[in-house]
C-alpha cells in the first residue's frame, strides 16, 4: 500500500449514531457532537425515519464523560424540542452512512416509525430521592424494636466484643431502609399515576437512595408533575432529598438499540 503524499497517517473515520427520530425533523445549525474535536450532527433518511449521526475518527478512543454527557444532552434536547426518539447505546459506531440506512435503519424503518408515533409528545422523567441519614436511622429505630434493642446491647458492650453485634445492627438497619425504599418508591407512583403512561423502578445507586423511579408522561402534563413531585417534597421535607429531572429521552422504556439488534 502506498503511503500518503504528504507522509501522514490516512484519517480513518466512521459514524457515531445517537438515536432514530422521524424524517422530517428540522437540525440545529451548528450541533456538535462526540469526539475531539466535536463531529458536526447530520441526519441519514430511511422511508419516514432518520438517524442523528455525527462522523468520529476511529484512531480515537470513545468514553470521555464529555462524550457520554454529550451523547445524552443531543438526545434529550430533541426530546424537549417534542420530537421523539429512539436512544442507542452509547459508543454505536457504524463504517459509513450507508452502513447506517442499510444495517440500522433498512427493513426497520417501519418498526422505528411506529415506535415513533408512540412516543410523539412524550418523555421521560426521573424521580430521584436520598434518605437524610440521621432521620431515616431515627424512623429505623423508633418502628423497628429489633434495631432499637442491639443499638441499646452495644451500648454497654467492650468495643472489642461488639462486633458480630454491629453486624447484625447493620443489617437490620440495611434490611429496613430497603422495605422503605419499597414503600416510598410506591408512594411516588401512586401519586403520578394519573399524569403518567408507564413506569419502571431504577435500581438504587447509593445505600441511602429513597427513591429512583423513572415514567413516561405526555409533555403537556409536566406542570402537573411537578407539582405533584414539590407535594411529596413538602411532605417529606427534613426527611427525603426529592429532585425531577426531564424531559428526558425515553431510556428505560425503549430498549436501546445498537447496530446489528
Known sequence: MTPPENGKAERRVGVYVYGIVPGDVELVPDSKGVGDPPGEIQLVHQGDVAALVSEVEL????????????????????????????????????????????ELL?????????????LEGRAEYIVQGRYEEEAVLREVLSENSAAASLKDQLKDLPEDEA?????????????????????????V??????????????????????????????????????ESVEAL??????????????????YDFVVQLKPGD
Open 59 to 102: 484512531d480515537k478512543k470513545l468514553g470521555r464523560a464529555a462524550d457520554l454527557k454529550l451523547h445524552e444532552r443531543l438526545l434529550d434536547s430533541t426530546v424537549a424540542a417534542e420530537i421523539p426518539v429512539l436512544p442507542l447505546r452509547f459508543g454505536a459506531v457504524l463504517s459509513s452512512r450507508e452502513a447506517v440506512s442499510d
Open 106 to 118: 433498512g427493513t426497520n424503518s417501519d418498526l422505528f416509525a411506529s415506535a415513533l408515533e408512540e
Open 163 to 187: 462486633e458480630n453485634l454491629r453486624i447484625e445492627l447493620g443489617e437490620t438497619i440495611h434490611q429496613a431502609v430497603e422495605a422503605k425504599r419499597e414503600a416510598d418508591s410506591g408512594r
Open 189 to 226: 407512583i401512586e401519586a403520578l399515576a394519573d399524569h403518567v403512561v408507564a413506569t419502571a423502578a431504577r435500581e438504587p445507586s447509593h445505600e441511602l437512595d429513597a427513591v429512583n423511579v423513572a415514567v413516561l408522561a405526555k409533555l403537556s402534563d409536566e406542570k402537573e408533575i411537578e
Open 233 to 250: 417534597a413538602s411532605d417529606w421535607e427534613g426527611r427525603v432529598n426529592l429532585r425531577l429531572r426531564g424531559p428526558l429521552a425515553p
